[in-house]
């Protein structure tokens, strides 16, 4: 499968016409082919791929987050911070090769009766403006980021953390919604802190989980995370945790 890229001109030209465009979202069939005509719209990339097939979701609860995270980023996962972070890449894909898979995990629909469902659409088929909320909110980057951050191949299921990073929302978004969380190294020293925790049957809730993220930022701005290892990283995460406890 070739990854391609949608042109500067074009993603600029589709995110102005959101609103006048809201009807095509709700398209089952792909449209941007007719929509741009013979107006060159994408271009390749050196990116090849095998076919992902994700998992299509049942409900808006039951949207198998991990196991399309698990393919996306096996599939994906050579890409560089630079590609990862390029939204005409991931414009591309929610247009186009998964446009069906955002059709059922993020129907237009749904934001219709909001004031401003531009604003959904943006936020899950685009970039929003708020860049590190932009890569885990778009509908297919998030995936990938999902994966980036919690992949671990030392352990005997690499996945291992994306399940716990993954086990609850409020993990998720609090963790992955700091600047802090592009380093995997501290977001998998976290990652493993809670899951040894989840192993001794103690319970970190939302307020704690948040605390905890709140200490982590603070200490960013007294201490270079980027340079601790992976076991002093986690040793300060587990001291913070046990105060919160």
């Known amino acids: 499968m070739e990854i391609q890229y949608i042109s500067d001109s074009c993603l600029e030209e589709l995110k102005i016409n959101i609103q006048s465009n809201l009807e095509k979202y709700k398209a089952e069939e792909l449209w941007i082919d007719q929509y741009f005509g013979t107006n060159p719209w994408k271009f390749p990339s050196k990116i090849r791929v095998e076919n992902v097939d994700l998992q299509m979701p049942l409900s808006s609860t039951i949207h198998f987050d991990y196991e399309n995270t698990k393919k996306i980023y096996t599939a994906l996962k050579e890409l560089t911070i630079l590609q990862a972070t390029d939204e005409r890449l991931w414009v591309y894909l929610t247009h186009t090769i998964f446009w ?125 995370l980027d340079t601790l290892d992976p076991e002093d990283l986690e040793e300060l995460v587990r001291e913070k945790i046990e105060t919160l406890m």
């Open 100 to 224: 069906k898979y955002m059709r059922k995990r993020w129907p237009v629909e749904s934001y219709l009766d909001k004031d401003k469902p531009e604003e959904a659409i943006k936020e899950r088929y685009f970039f929003m403006a708020n860049r590190d909320r932009a890569l885990i909110r778009n509908g297919i980057a998030r995936l990938w980021w999902y994966g980036y951050v919690s992949y671990d191949e030392n352990r005997e299921d690499p996945f291992e953390l994306t399940k716990v990073l993954l086990s609850k929302l409020d993990i998720a978004q609090s963790l992955l919604e700091r600047s802090f969380s592009r380093n995997p190294d501290i977001t998998k020293s976290v990652l493993s802190v809670l899951k040894q925790k989840e192993l001794e049957s103690s319970f970190i809730d939302r307020e704690n989980f948040r605390s905890l993220m709140m200490y982590i930022n603070q200490l960013g701005g007294v201490t270079i």
